[in-house]
């Protein structure tokens, strides 16, 4: 099955600071990438997706690349806020059903 | 508006004993269901999931089964729960197709 790796898994950066968190996957036929975030005590929530015909996706402040080629796909979050900190998760879809999530980050904004 | 119901949010159980969590989805019809385990450092591990009524695919060998009875109902079950049994749970739904998953708010047990 797939398997999709995550690093680092502790990442603390400085208010204002960007942050990037990245994600390999073994299944070449893998085509959706998504990335959600799980916010202290919460049930994690879809924060961004790509789909594998697009190379990177942008929403405000955060945004992600996807490399097919070389099967790994990124996080960057810039002008970090405090509530930017949670633990964040990618994952990866090779059919409709069934995703593969990464081990996740925990991310600390420090003010 | 779609919801998700996980139940209940914490549960003690001693080694042994059986268990069984539930999860429905509101809202939606032929729901993608799923069972997943979160255990610090390991990230989101997919433990069960049903595409349909009575059918369940489990993804890892373990102590646990799954069975979905309703279009709408999932179950987690074990009847002999293990030390290593304890963890985060969480049942999540979405559509077919690459869409977003949602997750219930999980249900935390202890086996002691």
């Known amino acids: 099955g797939e398997n999709v790796e995550q690093h680092p898994s502790t990442l603390s950066v400085q208010e204002g600071d960007s942050a990037v968190i990245k994600c390999t996957y073994s299944d070449s036929a893998s085509n959706y990438f998504p990335w959600y975030k799980q916010e202290l005590g919460k049930r994690p929530q879809l924060i961004i997706d790509i789909r594998s015909n697009v190379g990177e996706k942008k929403d405000q402040r955060i945004a992600v690349t996807l490399n097919k080629t070389a099967k790994h796909f990124s996080l960057h979050i810039t002008e970090t806020q405090p509530e930017d900190s949670a633990v964040y998760f990618c994952a990866a879809s090779i059919n409709d059903y069934k995703l593969s999530f990464g081990a996740g980050t925990t991310v600390t904004v420090r003010a | 508006s779609q919801t998700i119901h996980q139940w209940p949010a914490t549960l003690v159980q001693p080694v042994g004993s059986p268990l069984s969590l539930e999860c429905t989805v509101e809202g939606t019809s032929n729901p993608n269901l799923y069972w997943y385990r979160q255990a610090a450092g390991r990230g989101l591990q997919l433990l069960f999931y049903s595409v349909g009524i009575g059918q369940i695919s489990s993804e890892v060998p373990q102590n646990l089964s799954a069975s979905r009875p309703q279009d709408r109902q999932f179950i987690l079950s074990s009847k002999k729960l293990l030390l290593s049994d304890s963890g985060f749970y969480l049942c999540?739904?979405?559509?077919?197709?690459?869409?977003?998953?949602?997750f219930g708010q999980g249900t935390r047990l202890t086996v002691v």
């Open positions: 999540a739904w979405k559509v077919g197709g690459n869409t977003e998953a949602f």
